[in-house]
C-alpha cells in the first residue's frame, strides 16, 4: 500500500532546428522545455482510484474491485514486454468510462491513457492502487509542446513507483531526485505506450525528452540524447493561431514534388542546420556567455528563411520575428509552423527591461508569452514541500 506524498514533473519539448524535414529523413534536434506537468500522488481511501485533471475538467473516482475486474481484457498475456494498445482493449475502456467511440476532445483522451497505463502497468508488476493522483500542467495543450507526453511520463513513473516497478529514490530531507538509467528506460517504454493511446503511431520524440531531458537528435526513427548540452534562455510565443499539422506537411510534400531541383538543397541546408547546431551546442560551456550566442542566432535566421520556403510560415510568425527583431532578438518557428508557436533566444546579456518590453509587444499583437529555458532536467521526482509557491498554489487550487 502506498504511504507517501510525493510529486512527479516532467517537461515539455521544442524543436530546435529540424521541423518538416524530420519527416524526409533528416536530422531534427528536440530540447526538453522547462515549462513541466506535475503529477502529486497521495494515499487514497482503501479500494478507490481518484484521479483529477482540472487543466482539462477531469475529475474521476473507481473502485478498485471494479478496476481489477476489467483489467483482466486489458493486459496482455503473460509478463513479457509491455502490451501494446490494442483497439479492442480501448474500446472496453471507453465503454466503461463512458467515452464515446471516436471522441478526440483532450479530456477523453487523457482519461483513455491513464486507465490504459494503470491497468496495463498493475497486470504486469502488482495490484490497482488505491490512491489519489492531480495532475497541473505549465503547457498549454495543443500548441505542439509535448503536453501529452510530459503528461505520459508522470503517469508511467508514478504507477511504476506505485506499483513497485522502480524505486521510490527520494530520501527523508531531499528535495529532488531521480531514476536510475534502467529506471528511466522502463519509464519512457510505458510513457510510449500512453502516447500511442493518445496519438496512435507517435515517433517517440516527446517521450524521450519528458523522460531524459537535455536534448535529443532524432533521424529516421533513431533516436539519441546530446553528449552534453547547456541551459538556454528562450521567450516561447503562441501565436494561438490554429493549424493542421497533417495539413501543413501535406503541403510541404506537395511543392517538394512539384519543385524537387529547388526544395531539396533547402532540406538538406535545414540537415546541415541541425548537425552544426548539434556541434556547437556540444561544444558550448553548461552556462555560456554572450560570445557563444551569434552563431545560434544566425542558425535561428536561416532556418526561418527556409521554412518560409517549404510554405509553413504564417504572417503571425513572421510578426513575431518583427517585433523580436526590433529588441535584437532572433526568432524561429518550432513545430508544424502555420502558427503556432516561437521561440527567441535570450543571450546572458539580455537586460531585463529588454526582455520585459519584448514580452509586452508580443503580448499586444495577441500572442502569449513565456520566458523559459531549453534543456531542462527530465522527469524527476520532488517532495511536495519543495515545489514552488506557484505549483503548490494551483495543485492546492485544484
Known amino acids: 500500500m502506498w504511504t507517501r506524498d510525493v510529486a512527479v514533473s516532467a517537461p515539455g519539448k521544442v524543436i530546435l532546428h529540424g521541423e518538416h524535414a524530420v519527416v524526409l529523413g533528416k536530422v531534427a534536434l528536440a530540447v526538453a522545455l522547462d515549462l513541466r506537468t506535475f503529477l502529486r500522488l497521495r494515499p487514497g481511501a482503501e479500494g478507490r482510484l481518484s484521479v483529477s485533471l482540472p487543466g482539462v475538467g477531469v475529475r474521476r473516482s473507481w473502485d478498485t474491485p471494479g478496476l481489477r475486474a476489467l483489467r483482466g481484457r486489458i493486459a496482455g498475456k503473460g509478463r513479457g514486454e509491455q502490451p501494446l494498445p490494442r483497439r479492442e482493449q480501448l474500446d472496453a475502456l471507453r465503454e ?195 560570445e557563444h550566442y551569434p552563431v545560434l542566432e544566425e542558425f535561428f535566421d536561416i532556418n526561418q528563411h527556409h521554412l518560409n520556403v517549404l510554405g509553413v510560415g504564417h504572417p503571425s510568425l513572421d510578426r513575431l520575428c518583427q517585433v523580436t527583431a526590433s529588441h535584437s532578438l532572433h526568432s524561429k518557428l518550432t513545430g508544424a509552423g502555420g502558427g503556432g508557436c516561437g521561440i527567441t533566444l535570450l543571450p546572458p546579456d539580455t537586460s531585463p527591461l529588454a526582455v520585459e518590453a519584448a514580452k509586452q509587444d508580443l503580448c499586444a499583437c495577441g500572442f502569449e508569452c513565456w520566458e523559459t529555458k531549453i534543456g531542462a532536467p527530465g522527469v524527476t521526482l520532488h517532495s511536495c514541500s519543495s515545489l514552488s509557491a506557484q505549483v503548490l498554489h494551483a495543485l492546492a487550487q485544484s
Not at 99 to 126: D, H, N, Q, R, V
Not at 132 to 150: K, M, N, Q, R, Y
Not at 243 to 272: C, H, Q, W, Y
Open 96 to 290: 466503461f468510462a463512458g467515452i464515446a467511440a471516436g471522441a478526440s476532445a483532450p479530456e477523453s483522451l487523457a482519461t483513455l491513457a491513464f486507465l490504459y497505463m494503470c491497468l496495463a502497468i498493475s497486470a504486469k508488476y502488482g495490484d490497482v492502487p488505491s490512491v489519489d493522483i492531480l495532475v497541473w500542467s505549465e503547457l498549454p495543450t495543443g500548441a505542439g509542446l509535448g503536453s501529452s507526453a510530459a503528461y505520459a511520463v508522470c503517469l508511467a513513473a508514478a504507477l511504476l513507483m506505485v506499483c513497485g516497478a522502480i524505486s521510490c529514490p527520494l530520501q527523508e530531507g531531499e528535495s529532488t531526485a531521480r531514476w536510475t538509467e534502467e529506471e528511466l528506460t522502463l519509464i519512457n517504454s510505458w510513457a510510449f505506450r500512453g502516447e500511442q493511446v493518445i496519438h496512435g503511431n507517435p515517433s517517440g520524440v516527446d517521450n524521450a525528452v519528458g523522460t531524459w531531458g537535455g536534448a535529443l537528435r532524432y533521424q529516421a526513427g533513431k533516436i539519441a540524447p546530446l553528449k552534453r548540452v547547456p541551459t538556454l534562455r528562450i521567450l516561447l510565443t503562441n501565436t494561438k493561431v490554429p493549424r493542421s499539422t497533417k495539413v501543413l506537411v501535406a503541403g510541404v510534400k506537395e511543392k517538394i514534388l512539384k519543385f524537387p531541383a529547388i526544395m531539396n538543397p533547402v532540406l538538406d541546408s535545414i540537415d546541415a542546420i541541425s548537425q552544426e547546431c548539434q556541434s556547437v551546442l556540444e561544444a558550448m560551456p553548461a552556462n555560456p556567455s554572450p
